[in-house]
């Protein structure tokens, strides 16, 4: 039985395939298209996972796509149409665009892939996350929160898994959504929606949450963790480019500007800003009260979440929680959760957005509308394409670049951790690309965490980016309790894939100052031999040269670039930045063989 899940025209288009059971390969669209958050249909994708299942489209039993598109156009609809004429733009966009390709979804898939009518199911977004969480984990039973900006009409919702059967329990509707309340406060906060949450994540903590009683003028909790918004404060249910209105600036004041570096009196001025401008500590301190403000939506979001969880807690009775919908990226709150409520275990699935959409409709077709038994777990992130040696080699040759092939691992191992020991910050590519927006060790630019002076290293050779994003360790897993406050590191699926935000131990965050936050926490992704051994294996060659088995690990892209998928994409990455050595494989390229272009 081979079945493929779909999503697209919303957030990250994706592709997912199941076969006889098993997920075979899952990948968000924007890696072979090279456009950041690419949401049209994703024709690569599912070329991708069809030749790795070594299939056609023939072979398919069934297509499920991750949403009803007529239920999300009524929704656009009647908001359109109680908001008229404000919302006037919407409604004319709307229409155009909706009755285009994406309310005959139906058609479009038979088109594309040929296959009859019969054949293709659809999911609803929000039983799609849920899905997507639940049949992923190792859990027979659970409670399934699912909380994102919007669905068709869903927001967020409360489920309970139980082997094949998924029931939902409760639901908030649009437009009271906890998403699109962080993304009003991103938009505010001059970051770009659905990419730029996790820099009010990482600005927060540089601020006090000084203005969470404003924050809460937006939205009232009940006791029962539902929750509903001031709509008077927003727009963007009667708006194409604007999320909040003048309301919300005249609580929080005028927004900030987008163009403006973020730094504060504590983060300092990073050198690779450039020159000091003059009213320095002036915009100090205005970002200071961004950072504040930051702050307060940030600690409101855990706070809702909080309540939600202990909600569904009371509410199922059950130990174990799934989380999925974009706030499940809320790796903040997802250490709070774990910490802070009843629940004993977690699950959260990497692409715990919109992309992990295809996968879960696949699961939900799979198991809950075929009622076939579940026999997959998902252990790891590592489900995208995958390049070969003899194909590493072509791409160097072809682009006359010097390499050294190594035939012994454990000889590349030390070379790369000279390298780390040596202050050199690496670009990594090996095995298949990850599924979800993190890197995980195998399109990885690495470095030694131990150095003060690696976070401005990285961001000035590399990265770009301002001091309110931290990196990220990777650290070998049966070590990870060490270094960090995640008592039963090892038994945790979400650490796994970085979406746990956790105290650093105290011996440890001035040893580990270049992957320890302004707070005194980190993002740690445990790594483990059987499902990445020659990460684990560099890891631990790392912990041998130096005592310590942790690295920094950050994403193998250049600012506002997809992660890297092909050697040639990591080739060009490398030649475009301050890399010094690339890693492909089993081959090291060394950055006086490549020329800049
Ligand atoms: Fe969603």
């Known amino acids: 039985m081979n079945i493929l899940g779909i999503s697209c025209y919303f957030h990250d288009a994706a592709a997912a395939l199941l076969c006889d059971g098993l997920l075979v390969a899952a990948a968000e669209e924007e890696r072979f298209s090279r456009k950041k958050h690419d949401y049209e249909f994703p024709q690569r994708a599912i070329d991708f996972c069809l030749r790795t299942g070594g299939i056609t489209p023939a072979d398919l039993d069934y297509v499920a796509f991750f949403e009803k598109p007529f239920l999300k156009f009524e929704r656009l609809l009647l908001t359109s149409l109680q908001t008229f004429p404000r919302s006037y733009r919407v409604f004319r966009e709307a229409m155009m665009s909706w009755l285009g390709d994406k309310l005959w979804i139906r058609h479009l898939i038979q088109s594309r892939l040929g296959v009859p009518e019969s054949k293709i199911l659809f999911s609803e977004h929000h039983l799609s996350h849920a899905a997507s969480a639940f049949f992923c984990s190792p859990f027979d039973e659970a409670a399934i929160l699912t909380v994102d900006g919007?669905?068709?009409?869903?927001?967020?919702?409360?489920?309970v898994g139980r082997g094949t059967e998924l029931t939902l329990l409760k639901e908030i509707r649009f437009p009271h959504s906890l998403g699109l309340l962080y993304s009003a406060f991103t938009a505010f906060l001059g970051f770009e929606v659905n990419e730029g949450e996790y820099k009010v994540m990482g600005m927060a903590a540089f601020g006090t949450p000084s203005h969470m009683g404003d924050v809460y003028k937006l939205i009232r909790v009940a006791e029962d963790g539902s929750f509903e918004l001031d709509m008077d404060y927003f727009s963007f249910h009667c708006s194409t480019d604007r999320t909040f209105n003048r309301k919300f600036e005249a609580l929080f004041g005028p927004p900030?500007?987008?163009?403006?570096?973020?730094f504060t009196p504590a983060s300092g001025?990073?050198?690779?800003?450039?020159?000091?401008?003059?009213?320095?500590?002036?915009?100090?301190?205005e970002n200071q009260r961004y950072a504040d403000i930051a702050a307060s939506i940030q600690r409101v979001t855990e706070d809702v979440l909080l309540s939600m969880a202990r909600a569904a807690h009371r509410e199922t009775g059950l130990r174990r929680l799934c989380l999925a919908g974009g706030c499940?990226?809320?790796?903040?709150?997802?250490?709070?959760?774990?910490?802070?409520?009843?629940?004993?275990?977690?699950?959260?699935?990497?692409?715990?957005g919109d992309g992990g959409g295809a996968l879960?409709?696949?699961?939900?077709?799979?198991?809950?509308?075929?009622?076939?038994?579940?026999?997959?777990?998902?252990?790891?992130?590592?489900?995208?394409?995958?390049?070969?040696?003899?194909?590493?080699?072509?791409?160097?040759?072809?682009?006359?670049?010097?390499?050294?092939?190594?035939?012994?691992e454990g000889k590349l191992l030390t070379r790369v951790v000279d390298g780390l020991q040596a202050g050199k910050v690496i670009g990594w590519l090996q095995g298949r690309f990850e599924w979800g927006p993190r890197a995980l060790g195998n399109r990885s630019i690495l470095a030694d965490p131990r150095r003060a002076d690696m976070k401005d290293i990285v961001n000035t050779k590399v990265?770009?980016?301002?001091?309110?994003?931290?990196?990220?360790?990777?650290?070998?897993?049966?070590?990870?309790?060490?270094?960090?406050?995640?008592p039963g590191a090892a038994n945790h699926y979400p650490a796994?894939?970085?979406?746990?935000?956790?105290?650093?131990?105290?011996?440890?965050?001035?040893?580990?100052?270049?992957?320890?936050?302004?707070?005194?926490?980190g993002r740690p992704q445990t790594v483990g031999g059987e499902t990445n051994p020659r990460y684990a294996r560099l890891i631990e060659t790392f912990g041998q040269a130096t005592g310590t088995s942790v690295v920094l690990n950050t994403s193998f892209n250049l600012k506002g670039e997809p992660i890297v998928n092909t050697p040639g994409e990591a080739l060009s990455t490398f030649a475009r930045s301050g890399l010094e050595v690339l890693i492909l494989g089993d081959y090291v390229v060394e950055k006086s063989s490549v020329r800049p272009r």
């Open 150 to 159: 919007v669905g068709e009409w869903t927001t967020a919702s409360l489920g």
């Open 256 to 262: 900030r500007d987008p163009r403006w570096n973020f």
């Open 269 to 285: 001025y990073p050198a690779y800003f450039g020159e000091k401008p003059k009213d320095y500590e002036t915009l100090g301190r």
């Open 328 to 352: 499940a990226l809320n790796s903040v709150a997802n250490g709070r959760i774990l910490r802070e409520t009843p629940f004993e275990e977690l699950y959260i699935q990497p692409a715990a």
């Open 360 to 408: 879960g409709a696949a699961l939900y077709a799979q198991h809950t509308l075929l009622g076939r038994p579940r026999s997959f777990v998902m252990e790891h992130a590592y489900w995208g394409e995958a390049h070969e040696s003899w194909a590493i080699e072509r791409c160097l040759t072809d682009q006359n670049v010097r390499y050294r092939r190594y035939e012994d």
């Open 463 to 486: 990265k770009f980016r301002e001091p309110y994003r931290p990196f990220a360790p990777s650290v070998l897993r049966e070590r990870a309790e060490e270094y960090f406050e995640l």
């Open 496 to 521: 796994r894939f970085m979406l746990y935000v956790v105290g650093v131990r105290e011996q440890h965050r001035g040893r580990l100052p270049a992957i320890t936050h302004v707070d005194g926490t």
